[in-house]
């Protein structure tokens, strides 16, 4: 929730704050039964959207990032490489086009419609496109961080308990 707090304070934390609180969600999964995993992304997501004064961020972390690491954990299990990259593609844009149905429709943003409209059809689709580079990068960090955790902050805490 911290982080989702101070992504509001810088115009690109709309996408790295998520992407941070996302990865928070790491040591919780490594720790507790799967079910504690989804209750803090749950709990986060629920005062996001309360308390953060950027729409737009913690409904990207409540919807498309912060979700994201307990779902890869099940797609990591698919065992054919294409399949797996299919599966992280189509999470990605289903929840992205929930996200911004719902920021364009539900909780309007009247700075969003302008961009959208604009920047038209072409700059819409290049976003989307970067977007999934993006994504693609926040799935391998996902999976360094869960490795880094694993291999040398696990046991360093483990010490120091």
């Known amino acids: ?70 779902l890869k954990r099940r797609i990591d299990r698919l065992s054919r490489l294409p399949v797996r990259l299919i599966c992280r593609l189509a999470v990605f844009n289903l929840t992205v086009l929930v996200c911004y149905g719902l920021l364009l429709v539900v909780f309007p943003l009247p700075g969003l419609m302008e961009e959208f409209t604009a920047g038209g059809a072409l700059l819409t689709a290049a976003t989307l496109v970067t977007g999934n580079l993006a994504f693609l990068v926040y799935d391998a960090a996902l999976r360094a961080v869960a490795v880094l955790y694993a291999c040398r902050l696990r046991p360093l805490l483990r010490f120091l308990h």
Do not use: K
């Open 1 to 70: 929730m911290a982080i989702l707090a101070m992504g509001g304070l810088f115009p690109l934390a709309t996408y790295c704050a998520p992407m941070l609180a996302g990865m928070a969600l790491i040591p919780v999964m490594a720790e507790c039964p799967g079910r504690y995993a989804w209750m803090t992304w749950a709990a986060a997501s629920v005062l996001g959207i309360l308390l953060v004064p950027d729409r737009e961020l913690a409904l990207v972390y409540a919807l498309v990032l912060g979700p994201y690491p307990m």
